[in-house]
Structure formats: C-alpha cells, structure tokens
C-alpha cells in the first residue's frame, strides 16, 4: 500500500481540459487599458533633441579712428607705389639738369668742366643719359659738368662760339677753361668715360680729341617759330 501511494504521487499531475483553456485564454489577452496608455504616450511623446548653437555675436562697428588709420595706410600704399615706379624709371635729362653747374661758376672755380649742349626732345640725348648719370656721380667732386638747352636763346653766343650744329655736342675745358677736345652726337661709353678720367687727373691731352655719332639736329623739327627766349634756370 505504501509502495502505491508512493507511486501516485510522484506522477506529474495532469490538467483537465477546462484548466488548459483557461491558461491559454490568460496568455492570448490583450494588456490592459492603462497599460496601453502607457505605451502609447511612451510612443508620441518626441525623443530629447539638442538646442541648437547661440548665434554668434554681431561684430563690433569700426570706429571712426579706425576708418582714418585704414584710409591713411591705403594712402601711404599708392605714395609707396607711386614714388616706387619713379625710382624704379632711372635717371632722366630732367635729373642732369638739376646736379647742373651754373656757367659762371663753373668758369670761376679752377676745376675741368664739361659742357653738354643738349634739347629736351633729343633722342639721341636721352639714350645716353644711364652711363652719363654715373660718369657725373663718380667724377662730380672734381669735374663740373654744366648742361646748355640750346633752345634757350641765352646760349646763342655759346652756341656759336663752339660751333654746335647738331646735339648732343660736349666740350672738354681744363681749369682754366681751355678747351682741350669735342665730342657730337652718340658716343660710346668709353669715350666719354676716358675724357672725364683724364680732366680729373690733369691731362693736358684727352684720349679721344674729335669723336663725332649719330647726331639730332639743333632745332626740333616738330616745333614751329625760333628758339626760346631766356629762362630763368642758367642750365636751361
């Protein structure tokens, strides 16, 4: 007998058919209506976002000390720019005449002089302005060197006395104002170089006495009427 009730009970338990139903009807039920509540605000209720950035501050405004400090340094740039292309342009006959001796000092100090007759439009004159410039820098403390337009009628005895009939026309004078050689039209460098060398050591004899190049005429031929009248400027 205790070997049966033994065995009874150690058999599993076996659910009716209503019992079966009835658990699987709990497992199908819908939630309940708080629950699904729950879940459909947990749904619409919108996910956290970040805030956007803060605009950025508007910039300050340019005071009227500053408006002058640009505009003075937009100045200087062009001045800068301006005075940088006239450098940059070299020498003119226009600079020749401005280290010019006047004459009459020249024929008064005791040095050689050189005299260049020369006109403003002469082409053959400019060209030999770049090596002339340096010349009359190196030798300038001991040689004058005195630049005559002939378009100036003040010259016309001295255009005369030295017989210039074309441009550009140099002569080569020692300390007591002899003239020792001429030189018209294009000369080489060398020529000019030469003569000035040998005024400022005191030569009694230039290398190069009578060198004549490829001349302007006198007058400009573009030009109507005769020559100027006297200028103020002695070089002139």
């Known amino acids: 007998c205790s070997f049966a009730c033994l065995h009874v009970s150690c058999r599993p338990q076996r659910l009716t058919v209503s019992e079966r139903a009835s658990r699987l009807l709990a497992r199908s039920a819908p939630p309940e209506p708080s629950q699904q509540a729950e879940e459909a605000t947990q749904a619409a209720s919108p996910s956290p976002t970040r805030a956007p950035p803060p605009p950025p501050p508007p910039a300050p405004e340019e005071s009227g000390s500053g408006r002058s400090i640009a505009a003075g340094a937009a100045v200087a740039a062009v001045v800068a720019f301006a005075v940088g292309r006239l450098l940059s342009a070299g020498p003119s006959l226009a600079t020749l005449e401005d280290a010019s001796v006047p004459l009459d000092i ?18 053959v004159c400019k060209s030999l302005v770049p090596f002339e410039y340096e010349i009359e820098e190196a030798y300038r403390s001991d040689v004058n060197f005195v630049m005559l337009n002939v378009e100036n009628s003040k010259w016309a005895p001295e255009v005369a006395q030295f017989n210039v009939g074309g441009i550009p026309h140099f002569v080569f004078m020692d300390g007591s104002n002899k003239p020792l050689a001429a030189a018209v039209g294009k000369l ?3 020529v000019l170089q030469g003569n000035v060398a040998a005024l400022a050591e005191g030569r009694p004899r230039l290398p190069f006495a009578a060198v004549r190049g490829e001349v302007s005429a006198r007058e400009d031929p573009a030009a109507a009427g005769g020559p100027k009248q006297a200028m103020p400027r002695d070089h002139s």
């Open 106 to 123: 020249a024929l008064a100090n005791g040095k050689p002089t050189v005299i260049e007759f020369y006109a403003s439009w002469c082409e």
């Open 188 to 190: 080489p460098e060398q």
